[in-house]
């Protein structure tokens, strides 16, 4: 059975940090792409950012870009998200999503809340 759960968030204030995780089996973590997407109160799904299998390539997006970092650990199947300067406009559900193209899996967890308020 295919697992994706998210762990790490809470109530943060503003410029703080958060380090959310995502835990997954069931598949072979090591062939896929992750993805870290989010989701604010009213609004659609935001992609944060990307990892490559390999763990060697990065993207982010504009709106997080120096204040977020990717990464992951294959051998515990495990892909982070260190969040720093943290701001109001970065309240939302966070989903971890993992993707292989070739093999036809697109996963996701059900959902972490990262709350930045004072």
């Known amino acids: 059975e295919v697992q994706l759960v998210e762990s790490g968030g809470g109530l943060v204030q503003p410029g703080g940090s958060l380090r959310l995780f995502c835990r997954d089996s069931?598949?072979?973590?090591?062939?896929?792409?992750l993805s870290w997407v989010r989701q604010a109160p009213g609004k659609g799904l935001e992609w944060v950012s990307a990892?490559?299998?390999?763990?060697?390539?990065?993207s982010y997006a504009d709106s997080v870009k120096g204040r977020f970092t990717i990464s992951r650990d294959n051998a515990k199947n495990r892909v982070y998200l260190h969040m720093t300067g943290l701001e109001s406009d970065d309240t939302a559900v966070y989903y971890c999503?993992?993707?292989?193209?070739?093999?036809?899996?697109?996963?996701w967890g059900q959902g972490t809340q990262v709350t930045v308020s004072s």
């Open positions: 999503n993992a993707r292989n193209v070739i093999l036809s899996g697109n996963y």
């Open positions: 069931g598949f072979t973590f090591s062939s896929y792409a």
């Open positions: 990892i490559n299998s390999g763990g060697d390539s990065t």
